[in-house]
C-alpha cells in the first residue's frame, strides 16, 4: 500500500460527499454506485443471520439506509471521518447493519401492538384498562391516549421522540428500545420518567 496516497483518497471521498449533500447530482449519482453495493450486502448479510426470511426486504432496507444517509442534510454522511482508519465502504456499512437492527426492532414492536390501535402508557391503562369489555370503554381509552401522545410527546424534544415511539406507542421494553436506537438504557429510562410525569400532571387536567 502507498501510505503517501491515503490522504489524497480521503480528500477524494471527503469532497465527493460535500458535493453529494449539497445537491450535486452527479456526484450524488457516483456516490450511489460506489456505495450501493457495500449496503446491499450488509444489508443481505445482517438479515441473512437475524431473520433469513426477510432476505427479499434487502432493497427496500438499503432505501432506507440511503434516506438516512442523506437526511438532516446528509449528517451521517458528513460524520465520516478517514483519519479513524476506516473506509467509506465500512462506514456506511455499520450505519446499514444499525437500521436493519432497528427496522426489525421496529416490526417487532409494531407486531406485538397490532392487536390494539394504540398502545397505552400506564397511566393511561390504570384510568381506562385496555381489557375493559364494554366497547364504549374501549373507545374513550383510546381517544385518551391519542390526547396523551397529541397532547405531549411534540413537548419533548427531537432526541426523544424515538423513544417515546417505540415504547409508548408501539409497545416496545424500554430494553428493546434502547438497543434499537443504540442508547445507554438509563437514557430511555429517564424519558419515560419524564414522559410519565408529564402524563400524570395531563391526566389529572383531563
Given at each position: 500500500m502507498n501510505l503517501s496516497s491515503a490522504?489524497?483518497?480521503?480528500?477524494?471521498?471527503?469532497?465527493?460527499?460535500?458535493?453529494?449533500?449539497a445537491g450535486e447530482r452527479a456526484a450524488a449519482a457516483e456516490l450511489a454506485t460506489?456505495?450501493?453495493?457495500?449496503?446491499?450486502?450488509?444489508?443481505?448479510?445482517?438479515?441473512?443471520?437475524?431473520?433469513?426470511?426477510?432476505?427479499?426486504?434487502?432493497d427496500d432496507i438499503a432505501q432506507i439506509v440511503w434516506l438516512v444517509l442523506f437526511e438532516a442534510g446528509g449528517?451521517?454522511?458528513?460524520?465520516?471521518?478517514?483519519?479513524?482508519?476506516?473506509?467509506l465502504e465500512a462506514y456506511v456499512g455499520m450505519i446499514a447493519e444499525r437500521e436493519v437492527r432497528n427496522t426489525i426492532a421496529r416490526a417487532a414492536a409494531a407486531k406485538r401492538g397490532a392487536a390494539r390501535t394504540?398502545?397505552?402508557?400506564e397511566e393511561v391503562?390504570?384510568?381506562?384498562?385496555?381489557?375493559?369489555?364494554h366497547p364504549e370503554a374501549q373507545a374513550i381509552a383510546a381517544d385518551l391516549a391519542d390526547r396523551l401522545v397529541g397532547a405531549l410527546v411534540p413537548r419533548f424534544p427531537a432526541r426523544a421522540r424515538p423513544v417515546l415511539t417505540l415504547c409508548v406507542i408501539q409497545g416496545a421494553?424500554?430494553?428493546?428500545?434502547?438497543?434499537?436506537?443504540?442508547?445507554?438504557?438509563?437514557q430511555v429510562h429517564n424519558w419515560l420518567f419524564r414522559f410519565r410525569k408529564a402524563s400524570r400532571d395531563f391526566l389529572e387536567a383531563a
Amino acid at each position: 500500500m502507498n501510505l503517501s496516497s491515503a490522504p489524497q483518497n480521503a480528500d477524494l471521498d471527503l469532497n465527493l460527499i460535500a458535493r453529494a449533500t449539497a445537491g450535486e447530482r452527479a456526484a450524488a449519482a457516483e456516490l450511489a454506485t460506489r456505495l450501493n453495493p457495500a449496503i446491499r450486502s450488509r444489508v443481505a448479510r445482517v438479515l441473512r443471520r437475524l431473520t433469513p426470511g426477510r432476505l427479499d426486504e434487502t432493497d427496500d432496507i438499503a432505501q432506507i439506509v440511503w434516506l438516512v444517509l442523506f437526511e438532516a442534510g446528509g449528517r451521517q454522511l458528513r460524520a465520516y471521518r478517514p483519519e479513524r482508519g476506516i473506509s467509506l465502504e465500512a462506514y456506511v456499512g455499520m450505519i446499514a447493519e444499525r437500521e436493519v437492527r432497528n427496522t426489525i426492532a421496529r416490526a417487532a414492536a409494531a407486531k406485538r401492538g397490532a392487536a390494539r390501535t394504540v398502545a397505552l402508557s400506564e397511566e393511561v391503562a390504570a384510568v381506562v384498562p385496555t381489557s375493559a369489555p364494554h366497547p364504549e370503554a374501549q373507545a374513550i381509552a383510546a381517544d385518551l391516549a391519542d390526547r396523551l401522545v397529541g397532547a405531549l410527546v411534540p413537548r419533548f424534544p427531537a432526541r426523544a421522540r424515538p423513544v417515546l415511539t417505540l415504547c409508548v406507542i408501539q409497545g416496545a421494553r424500554p430494553d428493546e428500545a434502547a438497543h434499537a436506537l443504540e442508547m445507554p438504557a438509563q437514557q430511555v429510562h429517564n424519558w419515560l420518567f419524564r414522559f410519565r410525569k408529564a402524563s400524570r400532571d395531563f391526566l389529572e387536567a383531563a
